[in-house]
């Protein structure tokens, strides 16, 4: 199945990707990758090794601006519950649930096991691979962080923290 990279930069409000590759790396799972009998073991070690280097950078950036972003807006909750929040939106649950309302799957390439594994590994195949979407993100911006902040808050944050503060949410923080 080929990725149709057009479609992903309509879906991440990002068009004419300099590095189209980084999407096709982000967007591909391991398990995929070992299944594709056309790559030799030395290609299918690098192309996971691309992938999961995608996904701990995405990681990194997430953690770093989703604390910039809260410490930007909800300050006045306090450091401890910024933490707390800051916590709960960057969970494998969390990421997940944002990664199937915005249809993410559908350009995903994942592996023939994907729908037999139980949803807690579903899940974290899908926010494995949104991590690896900020990654690469990160990397076509050049590594600029506020760039990659801006793009992030209007794609992620901003309904992601609107949803878990919602006045139900934000009572029990307080608490």
Request: glycine residues 4%.
């Amino acid at each position: 199945m080929l990725i149709n990279l057009e479609a992903v930069e309509d879906w991440v409000s990002l068009h004419f990707f300099c590095r189209p590759e980084l999407l096709e790396i982000a967007l591909t799972d391991p398990d995929y990758i070992a299944e594709d009998p056309l790559l030799t073991p030395a290609q299918k070690k690098l192309r996971t090794l691309e992938h999961i280097g995608l996904v701990h950078l995405g990681s990194i950036v997430l953690s770093t601006l989703v604390s910039n972003y809260l410490c930007d807006r909800c300050l006045e909750l306090g450091l401890a519950t910024l933490t707390v929040i800051k916590s709960d939106l960057i969970t494998t649950e969390t990421l997940s649930r944002f990664a199937e309302k915005m249809n993410f799957r559908a350009f995903c390439r994942l592996g023939t096991g994907y729908a037999h594994q139980p949803q807690h590994e579903q899940q974290k195949i899908l926010a494995h691979n949104l991590e690896a979407i900020v990654g690469a993100v990160y990397l076509e911006f050049n590594r600029d962080i506020l760039k990659t902040q801006n793009w992030l808050g209007e794609y992620f944050l901003k309904a992601a923290v609107d949803e878990l503060l919602d006045q139900a949410s934000l009572n029990s923080y307080l608490r």
